[in-house]
């Protein structure tokens, strides 16, 4: 199966400060790389996603930059707020989806 | 649209009991998975499927077995529970296998005791 490597598994910054999350995975025919949120003790909620055809793609204070050659892919939230505070994942998709170890960032105010 | 709803939210199991968690979703989705996730952990594949009369295992499954008879309703059945299962347990569905978003369940947290 698909391999989803997923770095750093705890990251701690100021408010105000970047953030940034990179994945690696190992199935060159993956198309589809979502980043989910989850908050403590509730579900995954997508946050922003990235298709194969594209290398970059932002949503105000956060986006997605993809490299297909090198099969990795990274989340960067700017500007980060105390609610940015969770566990983020990433994932890819290829027929079923595969998720990274998860990341804990921590917004200290 | 209630999205993907899952039954029950809490439940304790006595070691070597059966229960079935419950999913079900109202998007018409195609794709239907289950992932367990333990404690500071992330999501694991148990099984998934593709549509109704489809199943097929994931990383993760060993101990557990599914049914897809209809397109809304993906039950999860724990035979023989072990506290190794002790998880909280996600549904999840998307249109398609590609491409396509997964939406997730509110989760079931599990206690083998």
């Known amino acids: 199966g698909e391999n989803v490597e997923q770095h750093p598994s705890t990251l701690s910054v100021q408010e105000g400060d970047s953030a940034v999350i990179k994945c690696t995975y190992s199935?060159?025919?993956?198309?589809?790389f979502p980043w989910y949120k989850q908050e403590l003790g509730k579900r995954p909620q997508l946050i922003i996603d990235i298709r194969s055809n594209v290398g970059e793609k932002k949503d105000q204070r956060i986006a997605v930059t993809l490299n297909k050659t090198a099969k990795h892919f990274s989340l960067h939230i700017t500007e980060t707020q105390p609610e940015d505070s969770a566990v983020y994942f990433c994932?890819?998709?290829?027929?079923?989806?595969?998720f990274g170890s998860g990341t804990k960032l921590n917004v200290k105010p | 649209n209630a999205g993907v709803t899952q039954t029950p939210k809490f439940h304790i199991l006595k070691i070597g009991q059966s229960m079935t968690l419950q999913c079900t979703q109202d998007m018409n989705h195609n794709y239907m998975y289950w992932y367990r996730q333990d404690p500071g952990m992330g999501l694991k594949l148990i099984y998934y499927?593709?549509?109704?009369?489809?199943?097929d295992k994931g990383e993760v499954p060993n101990g557990y077995n599914v049914s897809r008879s209809t397109t809304e309703d993906f039950p999860l059945r724990l035979e023989l529970a072990a506290p190794s299962q002790t998880s909280v347990y996600f549904c999840?569905?998307?249109?398609?296998?590609?491409?396509?978003?997964?939406?997730f369940g509110q989760g079931t947290r599990l206690t083998v005791v």
């Open positions: 199935d060159s025919a993956s198309n589809y």
């Open positions: 994932a890819v998709n290829f027929n079923k989806f595969y």
């Open positions: 999840a569905s998307s249109w398609g296998g590609k491409n396509t978003e997964a939406f």
């Open positions: 499927s593709v549509g109704a009369g489809i199943t």
